[in-house]
Every structure is written in C-alpha cells, then in structure tokens.
C-alpha cells in the first residue's frame, strides 16, 4: 500500500493518424511557447496509466493547475488485487506537495518539499513532480524530454476533433522507474495540440515495446480564474504526517 501511494505522488499527460506535412520539432517548440505564455490556469480529467510492480494501474485526477507550479488532484485509486478504491488528495503550492490518503483505517499525509528531493530523483522525475505530471508546465516539461529523447515530429494525429503534432523520441540514456514517480520510459509519444501547444497524450514503452506509461486529458477548460487558496493546504489535526525525504531513499529504485 505504502508503495502505491508513494507512486502517486508524482501524478498528483482514441488516436486517429491523418496525412499531412509535418512541422519542424523548433516549430512545434515555438508553437508550445507561444501557447505557454497565455495560459494562466487550466482544469479537467487527468487519465493516468503506468506500470507498478507488473500491474498496469489506471488512476482518474479530477484536477485544477495554475502556471507555473502548482496544482491540486482529487483521486480514486483502484488497489491491485482488490476491489477497494482509494481516495487521494494531492496539492502542490510551487515548493511543498501534500498528499493525504483518506482511508479511515490508514489515514495519513506524506510531506514532500520539492527541494529535499535533489540528488535523489533523476531530473525526469524531479520535473515529473513538479508539474503534477504535466498537469502544469507542458512546455517546460517537453523541453526537458528533448534533453533525454531524440524527439523528432514524425506527422500529424486527431484526437478529439483536434489537430496534434506526433513527437516521438527514444531514451538516450539508461530508465529509471522508480517507485515514488512515474516511469521513465525507454520511447516515448507526445501529442501536442497544433493550435494551443498544449500536451493532450503522452504514451511510453520499456525496451520491450511494453506499455509503461500513458497520460490523458478529457473536459479541459483554460484560464477560467483559479484562485491561489485552492492550493492551499493544511493536514487535518491528529492525521500522521510522513516526511517523504525520510523513506524516498528506500522506495526508490
């Protein structure tokens, strides 16, 4: 249990092929900063697939985010094996995310200062995190995958009535799953919305071609006026609070 809600922590990103003349990975860049300056603040369903210990786990964040860092997700976790839902919320104000589990039976916080995490993340996993797993930052996240993958546009998609530039990449160097983030996958998938710039779909695969990791969006809504006191938070009286710094060195692989 402790493992699963460790690797929620970082995610608190029916594709069509179209022909078409595919711009250039500067022009699309340029096109995602272009829509990154305008975007203030953006809300809807986060759909989250990835690998976790053998299992593919699919988790649903109803989710608000405001540029640039932070972010607040209300999750239902289904618990491998089980047919018990988990209740998580995760808020991030830019420099601390708060993560409360709302079992009565294991009720606790998990305390995670985005600064005690140097050195023992990778820088992947550290951006992963502090974009909500691309809830917030898309722009900045893609830049940094074009640091670790050989990201070239290879064509153009449709995914819900929108155009999408199609970048994909492979990993220059070696994965690192980890279990308190998402997957850092061996290829990866980017579907970026041609008018706004915006990361509708990532998709990545393990060496194998293995399914590892696949981030959605459905009902977004930009710049309808998220206040800051949305990411606010506080842990309830009496609720154990766990500083993840404390246990990230054992859980992480």
Avoid: H
């Amino acid at each position: 249990m402790k493992k699963l809600v460790l690797a929620l922590i970082g995610v608190c990103l029916m594709v069509i092929a179209t022909p078409g003349m595919a711009r250039t990975l500067e022009e699309v860049m340029a096109e995602m900063e272009k829509g990154a300056a305008t975007l203030k603040d953006v809300k809807g369903v986060q759909i989250v697939k990835f690998m976790l210990e053998k299992e593919m786990v699919t988790v649903k964040n109803n989710f608000l985010a405001k540029v640039p860092d932070k972010f607040r997700a209300e999750t239902s976790i289904p618990i491998p094996g089980t047919k018990k839902i988990q209740k998580v919320l995760t808020v991030c104000d830019g420099t601390t995310i708060w993560q409360e589990t709302m079992a009565p039976e294991e009720r606790k916080v998990i305390k995670m200062k985005l600064a005690d995490m140097a050195g023992k993340l990778d820088a992947y996993q550290q951006k992963i995190l502090g974009t909500g797993g691309g809830m917030v930052g898309a722009d900045a996240l893609l830049k940094l995958a074009n640091a670790d993958y050989d990201l070239k546009v290879t064509g153009t998609a449709t995914l819900g009535g929108k155009t999408m530039d199609v970048l994909e990449g492979k990993l220059k160097g070696a994965a690192k799953p980890g279990q308190m983030t998402l997957p850092t996958p061996a290829k990866i998938k980017y579907l970026v919305g041609a008018a706004d710039g915006f990361v509708y779909k990532v998709e990545g695969w393990d060496k194998a071609g293995k399914s590892v990791l696949e981030i959605s969006y459905e009902d977004i809504k930009f710049n309808t006026g998220v206040p800051d006191k949305t990411f606010t938070y506080k842990p309830p009286a009496k609720v154990e609070v766990i500083d993840a710094a404390e246990v990230a060195p054992f859980v992480i692989q």
